[in-house]
């Protein structure tokens, strides 16, 4: 694990897509480093801490998605500043090996909750397969039902060691200033030609 004030921005993210008889595979993108005194108030914000800890996020709700064919999504009910956290990509942290496994035996067409980044020299991954998670049964999570989008994204993950936290921590940061009644996107990474054109038919990987 890196020190425990080195957060990082993860590159793209890691959903496998649909449809694609469980196969495709998911490209990891590169890390930069955020601004460090940022970063340190952030692992430190009780806040931030305690809707982690509690599932208490505010100004989100969850409704169908403008995405064709998408489902769900997420989306706003109050304005965020760019740079704020909308939420969290709850779930169990794991080897991203055993994501691996776990994207393997769903079944064809299965939508995927699997978030692959990368902690130093770690290959991890955020499982938010169940709904409702076991540490929340009684409450919804948002991060899982944020949809794709590589042109006009609004959010980004960033690897956080937020304190009292074993494990790190996904969080959505805004990377723009989003109105109240946006649709929530992050870009995942993955486009039709990755992994040898196994995502071809999916065309919404391309907006
Ligand atoms: C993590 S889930 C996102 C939430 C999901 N829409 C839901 O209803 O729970 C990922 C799945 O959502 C769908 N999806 C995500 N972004 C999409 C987009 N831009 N267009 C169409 N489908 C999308 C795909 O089926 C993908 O496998």
């Excluded at 694990?1 to 590169?30: F, I, N, V, Y």
């Excluded at 340190?40 to 996020?57: C, F, M, N, P, T």
């Amino acid at each position: 694990m890196e020190p425990a004030t080195a957060c990082s921005a993860t590159g793209p993210q890691l959903h496998r897509a649909d449809g694609l008889d469980g196969k495709l595979r998911l490209r990891r993108g590169g890390r930069r480093a955020l601004d460090a005194p940022a970063l340190s108030a952030l692992e430190k914000d009780e806040e931030l801490i305690r809707h982690v800890a509690q599932q208490s996020w505010t100004g989100l709700v969850i409704a169908e998605s403008r995405k064709h064919g998408a489902g769900r999504g997420l989306f706003t009910t109050k304005a965020f500043p760019k740079g704020s956290i909308l939420c969290d990509y709850h779930g169990k942290v794991v080897d991203a090996a055993e994501g691996r496994r776990l994207i393997e035996s769903l079944k064809p067409g299965e939508a995927s909750y699997i978030y692959f980044f990368r902690k130093g020299a770690q290959d991890l991954c955020v499982n938010s397969q169940s709904d409702p998670c076991e540490c929340h049964p009684s409450l919804v999570t948002f991060g899982r039902r944020i949809n794709h989008s590589a042109k006009s994204f609004n959010v980004k993950g960033i690897v956080c060691d937020l304190q009292g936290h074993a494990l790190p921590v996904l969080l959505l940061k805004a990377t723009r200033d989003i109105k109240v009644g946006e649709e929530v996107y992050f870009d995942y990474g993955v486009t039709r030609r990755s992994f040898g054109g196994e995502g071809m038919g999916l065309s919404w990987l391309d907006d």
